[in-house]
């Protein structure tokens, strides 16, 4: 597993890649930035909503995270060589967490910095909110990573479809069709955060912590689920 | 037929929505070199990816030392597997490459294994270079040490002699005689008939998705050297050719194109190529172009299977 999760870290951390992730995270922060230095300062509520809620959760998040994770399975079956990998006697369960787990790692810093950063500036310095809005954005990239993974493996057009994704039902549907909030993990990390730090999101989130971490957990054994048996069933290139 | 069949395919077919690529196809491989020929499309590669694994079958089924091969991944320590693209990672060294496939298949001492592979395969020199900068056939020697390094007991190759130059062709040949002659069981497929002769006792030819013909590579030559030529002869005098060369052995009938051109039908093409130079010679007849009509592998391979 260490073999293919230290091959995965070296096919994702090409210099473009990085850069383009480097500039998608630095978006949160530069806007908290400008928002604590304008004339018309945001409320915190819609800070909170603007900012965190969909920037950081429903956009820089997704967009980095589908970068990186959809390429760790997707470029192997593109490149024709995923059979290096499959044709070994390595469980598709390893192959997958393995691929899963560098995705994470190159993936999570970008986000957490983000988050942090995000949250340091516009929150003062307080330790406490900094802290909940970044561990929420990890818990976000982990689902988001899991879901992706699994979508670069089924689909040559993962990215144009995970654009969608993000675009249409974690930006647009979730937003106000409320049953969608329940299977949205831009929603399950606003939980997190308020679970973390009550003052965050203080009206309440729409998906109850509880409730948020269940379903979390469910989204992203379901995706590892599927991507192992896709592995195991699919024509390998 | 003497040892344990190693792999067995038991009516296996294979399509793709309404296109057919493997039909109906059993036959067992025993230990030793057996080539899968047949022209390009014929469904060698198919036929393949589904004895390893990599592909499933649409019926029919396919075991190796008694297991099924789909989904068993503790069957891949005894199995190596060449495909016949060039899958390697172009940004890592020769030696990462070997180093990282010893490791995935729990090689016990990876450095040293890898050491070997690359050692067999003759490129201890340019290991330590990023695999991108190799050329066509140094990357499918590499790959070929990757395959070898847990020292597999069946060992598959599509198409293995692609972009190799003369010289690699004989290396080649050589390690896969020697490996054979060790006991390991090597199943190649070939779309060129000499490379099988060469390497294979065993052939069997794949034409259609089906399986044409199977044994000793002579019988199948010889079944290919009889069939019938047409040779097409563009001559100064085609009307006395066409009446001179019924004379020969070698020639069973002669039609006289409208264009001028005769068409010889002959079952004995390499005598047909000593005497019919000879006799033009001797009869004063120019000769201006003479060229096979049907010596493309498909109609050869189609001779075969129409008989």
Redesign the interface.
Known sequence: M???YL?TL??LSGRWRLLIIALVSALPPLVAVMALYSSSALSVDAFETAVLGTLLAGAAAPLVVLAIAAAALGNEVE???L??????????WRIVAAKLLASITVAGPFIAASAFLTAWVAFLGDATAALAVTVAAVVGVALYAAAFLWLGLVSSYAIGAGLLYIVLWEGFLSGFVSGVRLLSIRHYSIAVMHALDPRRFAAGPHVAPSAAVLISALVFAGFIMLTVRRL??M??? | MGAEPIIRLDGVSRWYGSVVAVSDVSFDIRPGITGLLGPNGAGKSTLL?MM?????TSTGTITMFGEPVR?N?????R?G?M?E?E???D??TGREFVL??A????VARPAEAADRAIELVDLADAQHRRMGTYSRGMRQRMRLA?TLVHEPEVLMLDEPLNGADPRQRVHFQQLLHRLAEGGTTIVLSSHILEEVEQLAGTVLLIVNGKLAASGGFRAIRAALDQRPYHVRVVSDAPRRLAAAVLGLESVEAVTVDPDGAIVILSRNVRDLQVELPRLAQSSRIGLRRVEPLDDSLESVFGYLVER
């Open positions: 260490t073999s293919i091959l070296r096919q490149d024709r060589t059979a290096n990998l499959t044709l070994t006697p390595v469980p598709r195991r069933r024509d390998v290139p | 990816r390893n694994g990599l592909a499933a989904d991944p503790p069957l891949y320590r199995i597997v495909a693209h899958t390697v990672y940004f890592m990282m496939m490791r995935l298949r729990q990757a």
